[in-house]
């Protein structure tokens, strides 16, 4: 017997961008911006092709931006 146990948004490490842009209610399109428009930030990690935001990092980020 297995159990599913989802790890709710809030207290993950890391979110897709699908899940960060219903999370921050930012949109996927401008998330992705924010990822090429800064390759040095520390607030996401590449798996392959695919990028993810490091929740607390990227909290962190908009608490210093005056624009997203």
């Known amino acids: 017997m297995t159990k599913n146990m989802e790890i709710p948004v809030w207290r993950r490490y890391t979110l897709t961008i699908e899940?960060?842009?219903?999370?921050?209610?930012?949109?996927?399109?401008?998330?992705?911006m924010l990822i090429d428009g800064h390759p040095n930030e520390d607030f996401y990690v590449m798996n392959g092709n695919r990028a993810l935001i490091?929740?607390?990092k990227f909290e962190r980020y908009l608490d210093q931006a005056t624009a997203v």
């Open 54 to 56: 490091k929740r607390e």
């Open 19 to 32: 899940e960060a842009a219903g999370f921050y209610h930012i949109g996927e399109g401008k998330l992705r």
